[in-house]
């Protein structure tokens, strides 16, 4: 409370997640670091709205920071369209190689014509497949499968290229679209799967990850530009400071979650050979990676070792 | 006086058969999105973004209708034990605040639509802007029927209250 | 200071007469204004607080209800009710409940209800010697059903405020009996009254006439049976399934019944248009009146202040309940639920409440809001179908309100009234 500057940031999701908690951290090295100049508040559980809605308080200043998903910046932000490209990271190691190094950093640079400051990418998992019908064990299991996504342009295509049927449904209603039969199932990675209660209807998980997306953690430019240039600094550490701290906690959920599911009976298919998969995958990047920024980009991650 | 009246009359009622045929496209884009996702196979990923901004349209056209024929809830009981002229000079507080509150429709929702400008909405391709513009659509007649209540009850002409059955004679 | 801002400018707005959508907006824009945030945000939560797929479940069930009523589906529903419990006593009173728990369960809106049933029972009722008041009473509380039945759009808007956690089609079965036991307790209360006041009966038809009768009701019955076999098949979502509803009522009334002509269909559906955009604007402007609640860390203070006082789930249950009926009865429902379902649902779970049977004691209790004044939707519209003053309907409504809270009591400590249903589906 004795706090002189306290930043409000948001979350959509629930306390105690890995985001949240780190986030909160990051608060708590910043109050000590700042000497209590500097303290954040966590509004979690999207009580102040939706992504789409955050990301725009952020831009007009209503609020301090946000940790949100990549896909809503995509079409604003160029440069973060690149993480979003199904399979262009190898696994989770490669992704934390290319955005902890120079690659991170100017995917983060990126925000700030848009009225963002990047500070931080956060682990996000990888995105596999789920349904109730079978479990998916090659690309011809996919075939004709309603399968639910997220409303995004390349998420879209990277489904009707895997030969699925792309069905865009509020994230609400994929439960009992699901035990339903609406639709076969969706994707998504362990702790979402797990928390959403989507594993109890959908029996078979393929561990294809498909999308490997960080997270990120941004601050509006206006408040930014209020803050000192000491304050800065101290606000892009404590935030570089949180990655690992979040990193672990994720790690650590991942493997509950996992072990809930398996708990469960879900059957998981591991050995999946994604050649296929990726080779797919040319026409979506044909489509989407269009401008020699990202032509670029996706030529230096694949070389990342 | 009475033939501005007419004129916001042929608004509201343009606004209204728009907000209809917006109700009556949505219900054929969803019709379309069960049918072909349960008998095609194919799912059709512009149905639901597109309703929603149809909603959005329908929403605010009505609601902007309805300040003029006055069909939104309101909680008139305090006003039964007011003399008639106090209640008017309130209802015309509560007019100029609307008027107000549409401002802030027709300004910031401006503000919103122009910064989504160059976002280009997923699925539909067209800019973010279209989101926003309901709103302010919304604000301006908002500002037109409220400004009209006032300038009318000015003119001793009446305005119509929720639970008022008896339309505008105009 | 924000707080009294926020809150006594709705008050102020509320006593003058403000429509209910604006005091909600216009205090937030104040309170905005008052703390120096940047005023985007009240028109940004005020469009996406309406830009959301499932609502869409409330222009459509209630373009399905105009589309109902005046292509005569209502009336042979009525005409059934009235051929199945015409002859017991408080007759026409038992009529209009058991209409409801039809009609209920095509509709997902009270008001519809109120507006259907009352507009054709209450001037039937006034004729038989019944009063007017009587016939308003009933109609009102006996609505609720239909939030009960399934399909209920209230019921997706909580399962969305949830988190969408929740299956859809079980919080839809989870209403059935609680509406029944609702149905049940009304008709016991409309018999004492009626008793009281001596009220006529209506002679029994007959079977023959019964069966007459029930042959021409089978279109508006087939829709029950559409609505919920779609959904739990998996032919459309539990949202989707309005919007069927509603092209379903159109090919009945115009291909079986031959009772929708042009110019109905565009008096419905601008009878659609006006009646959602007042609800919508109500439920968009308490998304905003509702992020600023969450700004100023109101829900959160209310936890704590509830955690204080007891952690004893019955009374926790007991306070959640009074809460929301006073909440209810100076707000309306959907912004009710998108309001508090974050600010509850957490508290009930903590004490072990399934957030499927919480979801049953929400929607009743905000219905039985929906009844009450200061701003009771369906009170209104029974006021205003009725032609009484809404001070003559609540002097004698007041049994009728007794049924519904008992009714409340049942369904919040009797768990399995809820869950029992939907774990048979399972
Ligand atoms: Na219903
Ligand atoms: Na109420």
Same mark, same amino acid.
């Given at each position: 409370?004795?706090?002189?500057?306290?930043?409000?940031?948001?979350?959509? %999701?629930?306390?105690?997640?890995?985001?949240?908690?780190?986030?909160?951290?990051?608060?708590?090295? +910043?109050?000590?670091?700042?000497?209590?100049?500097?303290?954040?508040?966590?509004?979690?559980?999207?009580?102040?709205?939706?992504?789409?809605?955050?990301?725009?308080?952020?831009?007009?200043?209503?609020?301090?920071?946000?940790?949100?998903?990549?896909?809503?910046?995509?079409?604003?932000?160029?440069?973060?369209?690149?993480?979003?490209?199904?399979?262009?990271?190898?696994?989770?190691? $490669?992704? %934390?190689?290319?955005?902890?190094?120079?690659?991170?950093?100017?995917?983060?640079?990126?925000?700030?014509?848009?009225?963002?400051?990047?500070?931080?990418?956060?682990?996000?998992?990888?995105?596999?497949?789920?349904?109730?019908?079978?479990?998916?064990?090659?690309?011809?299991?996919?075939?004709?499968?309603?399968?639910?996504?997220?409303?995004?342009? @390349?998420?879209?295509?990277?489904?009707?290229?895997? *030969?699925?049927?792309?069905?865009?449904?509020?994230?609400?209603?994929?439960?009992?679209?699901?035990?339903?039969?609406?639709?076969?199932?969706?994707?998504?990675?362990?702790?979402?799967?797990?928390?959403?209660?989507?594993?109890?209807?959908?029996?078979?998980?393929?561990?294809?990850?498909?999308?490997?997306?960080?997270?990120?953690?941004?601050?509006?430019?206006?408040?930014?530009?209020?803050?000192?240039?000491?304050?800065?600094?101290?606000?892009?550490?404590?935030?570089?400071?949180?990655?690992?701290?979040?990193?672990?906690?994720?790690?650590? =959920?991942?493997?509950?979650?996992?072990?809930?599911?398996?708990?469960?009976?879900?059957?998981?298919?591991?050995?999946?050979?994604?050649?296929?998969?990726?080779?797919?995958?040319?026409?979506?990047?044909?489509? %989407?990676?269009?401008?020699?920024?990202?032509?670029?980009?996706?030529?230096?991650?694949?070389?990342?070792? | 006086?009475?033939?501005?009246?007419?004129?916001?009359? $042929?608004?509201? /009622?343009?606004?209204?058969?728009?907000?209809?045929?917006?109700?009556?496209?949505?219900?054929?884009?969803?019709?379309?999105?069960?049918?072909?996702?349960?008998?095609?196979?194919?799912?059709?990923?512009?149905?639901?973004?597109?309703?929603?901004?149809?909603?959005?349209?329908?929403?605010?056209?009505?609601?902007?209708?309805?300040?003029?024929?006055?069909?939104?809830?309101?909680?008139?009981?305090?006003?039964?034990?007011?003399?008639?002229?106090?209640?008017?000079?309130?209802?015309?507080?509560?007019?100029?605040?609307?008027?107000?509150?549409?401002?802030?429709?027709?300004?910031?929702?401006?503000?919103?639509?122009?910064?989504?400008?160059?976002?280009?909405?997923?699925?539909?391709?067209?800019?973010?802007?279209?989101?926003?513009?309901?709103?302010?659509?919304?604000?301006?007649?908002?500002?037109?029927?409220? +400004?009209?209540?006032?300038?009318? /009850?000015?003119?001793?002409?009446?305005?119509?209250?929720?639970?008022?059955?008896?339309?505008?004679?105009? | 200071?924000?707080?009294?801002?926020?809150?006594?400018?709705?008050?102020?707005?509320?006593?003058?007469?403000?429509?209910?959508?604006?005091?909600?907006?216009?205090?937030?824009?104040?309170?905005?204004?008052?703390?120096?945030?940047?005023?985007?945000?009240?028109?940004?939560?005020?469009?996406?607080?309406?830009?959301?797929?499932?609502?869409?479940?409330?222009?459509?069930?209630?373009?399905? *209800?105009?589309?109902?009523?005046?292509?005569?589906?209502?009336?042979?529903?009525?005409?059934?009710?009235?051929?199945?419990?015409? $002859?017991? =006593?408080?007759?026409?009173?038992?009529?209009?409940?058991?209409?409801?728990?039809?009609?209920?369960?095509?509709?997902?809106?009270?008001?519809?209800?109120?507006?259907?049933?009352?507009?054709?029972?209450?001037?039937?009722?006034?004729?038989?010697?019944?009063?007017?008041?009587?016939?308003?009473?009933?109609?009102?509380?006996?609505? @609720?059903?239909?939030?009960?039945?399934?399909?209920?759009?209230?019921?997706?808007?909580?399962?969305?405020?949830?988190?969408?956690?929740?299956?859809?089609?079980?919080?839809?079965?989870?209403?059935?009996?609680?509406?029944?036991?609702?149905?049940?307790?009304?008709?016991?209360?409309?018999?004492?009254?009626? =008793?009281?006041?001596?009220?006529?009966?209506?002679?029994?038809?007959?079977?023959?006439?019964?069966?007459?009768?029930?042959?021409?009701?089978?279109?508006?019955?087939?829709? @029950?049976?559409?609505?919920?076999?779609?959904?739990?098949?998996?032919?459309?979502?539990?949202?989707?399934?309005?919007?069927?509803?509603?092209?379903?009522?159109?090919?009945?009334?115009?291909?079986?019944?031959?009772?929708?002509?042009?110019?109905?269909?565009?008096?419905?559906?601008?009878?659609?248009?006006?009646?959602?955009?007042?609800?919508?604007?109500?439920?968009?402007?308490?998304?905003?009146?509702?992020?600023? +609640?969450?700004?100023? =860390?109101?829900?959160?203070?209310?936890?704590?202040?509830?955690?204080?006082?007891?952690?004893?789930?019955?009374?926790?249950?007991?306070?959640?309940?009074?809460?929301?009926?006073?909440?209810?009865?100076?707000?309306?429902?959907?912004?009710? @639920?998108?309001?508090?379902?974050?600010?509850?649902?957490?508290?009930?779970?903590?004490?072990?409440?399934?957030?499927?049977?919480?979801?049953?004691? +929400?929607?009743?209790?905000?219905?039985? *809001?929906?009844?009450?004044?200061?701003?009771?939707?369906?009170?209104?519209?029974?006021?205003?179908?009725?032609?009484?003053?809404?001070?003559?309907?609540?002097?004698?409504?007041?049994?009728?309100?007794?049924?519904?809270?008992?009714?409340?009591?049942?369904?919040?400590?009797?768990?399995?009234?809820?869950?029992?249903?939907?774990?048979?589906?399972?």
């Amino acid at each position: 409370a004795a706090c002189e500057t306290t930043l409000k940031s948001s979350d959509t %999701h629930p306390d105690g997640y890995p985001t949240v908690e780190a986030v909160k951290h990051m608060g708590k090295l +910043l109050e000590e670091r700042t000497d209590g100049r500097l303290c954040i508040e966590v509004f979690h559980s999207a009580q102040l709205g939706q992504e789409k809605d955050t990301i725009e308080q952020t831009k007009f200043g209503v609020i301090d920071l946000n940790r949100v998903s990549m896909g809503p910046f995509n079409n604003l932000v160029e440069e973060t369209k690149v993480v979003s490209l199904p399979y262009v990271f190898k696994g989770v190691d $490669h992704m %934390h190689r290319v955005m902890d190094g120079p690659i991170g950093e100017e995917i983060l640079k990126a925000f700030e014509p848009h009225g963002y400051v990047g500070l931080a990418f956060y682990d996000g998992g990888s995105r596999s497949f789920y349904n109730k019908v079978k479990p998916i064990k090659s690309i011809e299991d996919l075939e004709g499968m309603k399968i639910r996504v997220m409303q995004s342009d @390349i998420f879209v295509d990277m489904m009707s290229a895997l *030969g699925a049927n792309a069905t865009p449904l509020p994230y609400g209603e994929v439960y009992s679209a699901i035990q339903t039969g609406v639709i076969d199932g969706a994707e998504n990675n362990w702790p979402s799967f797990e928390s959403s209660g989507h594993y109890e209807v959908a029996g078979h998980y393929t561990l294809d990850e498909h999308l490997i997306v960080p997270e990120v953690l941004v601050m509006s430019k206006a408040s930014w530009d209020k803050l000192s240039a000491e304050d800065q600094a101290a606000v892009r550490q404590a935030a570089r400071d949180s990655v690992p701290f979040m990193r672990e906690m994720w790690a650590a =959920r991942e493997k509950a979650s996992e072990e809930k599911v398996r708990a469960a009976g879900v059957e998981v298919v591991t050995e999946i050979d994604k050649e296929p998969f990726m080779a797919a995958m040319d026409s979506v990047y044909e489509k %989407h990676v269009t401008s020699d920024k990202l032509k670029d980009l996706v030529a230096r991650i694949r070389a990342t070792d | 006086m009475t033939s501005v009246a007419r004129a916001l009359r $042929h608004v509201a /009622r343009l606004a209204l058969w728009l907000a209809a045929a917006g109700l009556i496209l949505m219900t054929v884009f969803i019709t379309a999105q069960v049918v072909a996702r349960y008998i095609f196979n194919d799912s059709l990923v512009w149905s639901e973004p597109a309703a929603v901004i149809l909603m959005g349209w329908f929403i605010f056209l009505g609601a902007a209708v309805g300040i003029r024929e006055g069909y939104h809830l309101s909680f008139d009981v305090l006003l039964y034990f007011l003399p008639k002229k106090a209640k008017l000079w309130l209802y015309s507080i509560s007019d100029l605040v609307v008027v107000g509150f549409g401002a802030g429709m027709l300004w910031f929702g401006s503000q919103l639509a122009l910064s989504a400008w160059d976002v280009k909405l997923p699925s539909l391709g067209i800019s973010g802007a279209y989101d926003f513009l309901p709103i302010v659509g919304g604000g301006v007649l908002v500002i037109l029927f409220s +400004l009209e209540r006032l300038a009318r /009850r000015a003119a001793g002409l009446p305005t119509a209250r929720f639970g008022e059955t008896d339309p505008l004679e105009d | 200071m924000e707080v009294w801002v926020l809150f006594g400018t709705f008050v102020f707005l509320l006593l003058i007469g403000t429509p209910v959508a604006f005091c909600l907006g216009v205090a937030s824009f104040a309170t905005v204004l008052y703390i120096g945030l940047p005023p985007v945000v009240v028109f940004q939560q005020l469009n996406s607080g309406v830009s959301v797929f499932a609502l869409m479940a409330i222009p459509f069930f209630i373009f399905a *209800g105009e589309l109902m009523v005046r292509g005569d589906i209502a009336r042979r529903l009525v005409a059934l009710a009235g051929a199945m419990v015409g $002859h017991m =006593r408080g007759g026409l009173g038992q009529v209009n409940i058991t209409a409801s728990v039809l009609f209920g369960g095509i509709s997902g809106s009270a008001a519809a209800d109120a507006t259907a049933i009352g507009g054709l029972m209450i001037p039937q009722m006034r004729e038989k010697g019944y009063s007017v008041e009587y016939g308003v009473n009933v109609t009102v509380v006996s609505s @609720i059903i239909a939030l009960m039945l399934p399909p209920s759009h209230n019921m997706i808007i909580y399962s969305i405020s949830a988190g969408g956690r929740l299956s859809i089609a079980d919080l839809f079965t989870a209403g059935i009996i609680p509406g029944l036991l609702l149905a049940a307790s009304l008709m016991v209360t409309a018999w004492f009254v009626a =008793r009281k006041a001596g009220y006529p009966t209506e002679s029994f038809p007959g079977w023959a006439m019964l069966g007459a009768i029930f042959f021409n009701a089978i279109p508006g019955i087939l829709l @029950i049976v559409i609505i919920f076999g779609g959904v739990r098949s998996g032919i459309f979502t539990a949202s989707e399934s309005s919007c069927i509803a509603a092209v379903y009522a159109l090919l009945v009334t115009t291909l079986a019944y031959r009772t929708m002509n042009w110019a109905s269909f565009v008096e419905a559906t601008k009878a659609a248009v006006r009646t959602t955009a007042m609800v919508l604007l109500v439920i968009g402007c308490a998304a905003s009146f509702g992020w600023l +609640l969450a700004f100023l =860390r109101i829900p959160a203070e209310l936890v704590e202040l509830m955690k204080a006082v007891s952690n004893n789930p019955i009374i926790i249950l007991l306070m959640i309940n009074l809460v929301l009926l006073m909440l209810g009865t100076f707000m309306d429902m959907s912004p009710l @639920i998108v309001i508090t379902t974050p600010i509850f649902l957490p508290v009930a779970t903590a004490f072990g409440v399934d957030p499927v049977h919480f979801g049953v004691i +929400l929607v009743l209790n905000l219905g039985i *809001g929906l009844c009450t004044p200061p701003v009771g939707t369906v009170l209104f519209v029974g006021c205003a179908v009725g032609r009484i003053s809404v001070w003559d309907a609540i002097r004698t409504i007041w049994p009728f309100y007794g049924a519904a809270v008992f009714t409340l009591l049942l369904v919040t400590y009797i768990p399995s009234l809820s869950l029992w249903l939907p774990s048979l589906f399972r």
